[in-house]
C-alpha cells in the first residue's frame, strides 16, 4: 500500500510539473540553428536582460544564402513598465566582395518619435497606445497564466516594418503541444502570433519560458528557430 501511495505521488508531481508555466520574465541568451524551407542557413542568438533598471531585447542572426551573406542585429529598450525607450537596427549585406550597411533608430518620448534612417532624420507622432516587440506580450501572458485560448490585440511599432504607423499584432495561447526539438519530443506551450497580412509566427516555449523553437512564415517562406 505504502509503494501505491508513493507511485501515485510521484505521478501527481510529475503531471504538476508538465503542466508548470513561467512565472516571471527570463534574462539570459539562447543560441539556435536558422533553417529556412528546411535547408540550415544560420545562426541566431537571442538575448534579454536588465540594464539601469530597462529591459533589453537583443536579436543576432547570420545568414548565408547563396553568395550573399546578411547580418542583422535588433534591440529593443523598454522601461520596467514597457514602455518604449529605444529601437535600433543594424542590418549588414555582403555580396560579391561589397558590403552594404543600413542602420535605423528610433527614440520614443511618450507620444513622440525621432527616427533616424541612414542620417535621414524624420519625427512624427503616434497617438494610439503601442508597444515594442520587447517583454510586454510575456508579461501578459504571465498574468495570464498561459490559459489555453486567451488572446491580445496590441499595436507595436517596428520602423523597418512601418516607418510611419504601429501595426496590428495578435497573440494567442494554442495549448500544450508534443513538438520534435533537435529529434527530441518535448512538450512545449505553442504561442500564435499574427502581425498584419505580414507574417505568423509559432513560437514553442517550455515551463520557464525559453523558446526551444520557433517557425515564422513571411512571403511564402517558412523559417525556423531551434535551440542548440
Given at each position: 500500500?505504502k509503494?501505491k501511495?508513493?507511485?501515485a505521488?510521484?505521478?501527481f508531481?510529475?503531471?504538476q510539473?508538465?503542466l508548470?508555466?513561467?512565472?516571471?520574465?527570463?534574462?539570459?541568451?539562447?543560441d539556435?540553428?536558422?533553417?529556412?524551407?528546411?535547408?540550415?542557413?544560420?545562426s541566431?542568438r537571442i538575448?534579454n536582460?536588465?540594464?539601469d533598471?530597462?529591459?533589453?531585447?537583443?536579436?543576432?542572426?547570420?545568414?548565408?544564402?547563396g553568395?550573399?551573406?546578411?547580418?542583422?542585429?535588433?534591440?529593443?529598450?523598454?522601461?520596467?513598465?514597457?514602455?518604449?525607450?529605444?529601437?535600433?537596427?543594424v542590418?549588414r549585406?555582403?555580396?560579391a566582395?561589397?558590403e552594404?550597411?543600413?542602420?535605423t533608430?528610433?527614440?520614443?518620448?511618450?507620444?513622440?518619435?525621432e527616427?533616424d534612417t541612414?542620417?535621414?532624420?524624420?519625427r512624427?507622432?503616434i497617438?494610439?497606445?503601442?508597444?515594442l516587440?520587447?517583454?510586454?506580450?510575456?508579461?501578459?501572458?504571465?498574468?495570464?497564466?498561459?490559459?489555453?485560448?486567451?488572446?491580445?490585440?496590441?499595436?507595436?511599432y517596428d520602423?523597418?516594418?512601418?516607418?510611419?504607423?504601429?501595426?496590428?499584432?495578435?497573440l494567442?495561447?494554442?495549448g500544450?503541444?508534443?513538438?520534435?526539438?533537435g529529434g527530441?519530443?518535448?512538450?512545449?506551450?505553442?504561442?500564435i502570433?499574427?502581425?498584419e497580412?505580414?507574417?505568423?509566427?509559432?513560437?514553442?516555449i517550455?515551463?520557464?519560458g525559453?523558446?526551444?523553437?520557433?517557425?515564422?512564415k513571411?512571403m511564402n517562406?517558412?523559417?525556423e528557430?531551434?535551440?542548440k
Open positions: 500500500m509503494k501511495i508513493l507511485a505521488a510521484f505521478l508531481l510529475s503531471a510539473a508538465c508548470a508555466v513561467p512565472e516571471s520574465i527570463i534574462l539570459g541568451s539562447w539556435y540553428r536558422i533553417i529556412m524551407n528546411g535547408v540550415e542557413i544560420g541566431a538575448t536582460e536588465k540594464k533598471g530597462n529591459y533589453v531585447s537583443i536579436v543576432d542572426m547570420d545568414m548565408r544564402v553568395e550573399v551573406e546578411n547580418s542583422t542585429r535588433e534591440t529593443i529598450t523598454e522601461t520596467a513598465g514597457f514602455k518604449p525607450v529605444r529601437f535600433e537596427l542590418n549585406v555582403k555580396n566582395g561589397r552594404t550597411v543600413m542602420r533608430t528610433a527614440v520614443f518620448s511618450g507620444k513622440d518619435v527616427i541612414d542620417g535621414i532624420k524624420t512624427i507622432r497617438d494610439r497606445p503601442f508597444f516587440e520587447g517583454n510586454y506580450h510575456m508579461d501578459w501572458l504571465i498574468r495570464k497564466k498561459f490559459k489555453k485560448g486567451a488572446e491580445i490585440k496590441s499595436y507595436i520602423p523597418s516594418i512601418e516607418l510611419e504607423r504601429p501595426i496590428l499584432m495578435k494567442r495561447v494554442a500544450r503541444e508534443k513538438v520534435s526539438v527530441k519530443a518535448m512538450d512545449l506551450i505553442r504561442l502570433y499574427t502581425i497580412n505580414l507574417k505568423s509566427i509559432d513560437v514553442y517550455d515551463s520557464s525559453i523558446a526551444r523553437k520557433s517557425v515564422i513571411m517562406n517558412e523559417l528557430l531551434v535551440i
